[in-house]
C-alpha cells in the first residue's frame, strides 16, 4: 500500500518562505510524475508543480511560476517544494499525488494523495 504524507506546512506572513515535503511508503511501481496540489477554501483543487520522476524535469503552473520549485530524491522516495515570496492568495490545503500516467496537471490521472499540509500566508 502506498502513502504519501506531506509536512512543513504553516503560519507565514506574506513575504515568507516555506519549504514543503511529502515522503512517500510503500513501493512505486512505474511511477511516471509526481506533483503539487492545493486547494483553498470554497475554491476547486488547483495544480502547483510537477516533475517527471526519472528525468526530474519540472513544471509549473501560472500562479507560482517563478516563485516556487518542485524537486524530488528518487532515493529517498520523496517530492519537495520550495515556495518563496508568499502570498495570501497561497493560502490552501497544500496535497502531494503520485501518477503512473502523467507528469503534468491533470489531476484526475493522479493516483495516490497525501492527506495534505495547510499553508495559511497572512497580509
Known amino acids: 500500500q502506498v502513502q504519501l504524507v506531506e509536512s512543513g506546512g504553516g503560519s507565514v506572513q506574506a513575504g515568507d518562505s516555506l519549504r514543503l515535503s511529502c515522503t512517500v511508503s510503500g513501493r512505486l511501481l512505474s511511477t511516471l510524475g509526481m506533483g503539487w496540489f492545493r486547494q483553498a477554501p470554497g475554491k476547486e483543487r488547483e495544480y502547483v508543480a510537477s516533475?517527471?520522476?526519472?528525468?526530474?524535469?519540472?513544471f509549473y503552473g501560472d500562479s507560482v511560476k517563478g516563485r516556487v520549485t518542485v524537486s524530488r530524491n528518487g532515493a529517498k522516495n520523496s517530492l519537495y517544494l520550495q515556495m518563496n515570496s508568499l502570498q495570501p492568495e497561497d493560502t490552501g490545503v497544500y496535497y502531494c499525488a503520485e501518477s503512473r500516467l502523467t507528469y503534468r496537471s491533470e489531476s484526475d490521472e493522479y493516483d495516490y494523495w497525501g492527506q495534505g499540509t495547510q499553508v495559511t500566508v497572512s497580509s
Open positions: 516533475v517527471h520522476w526519472l528525468t526530474g524535469e519540472s
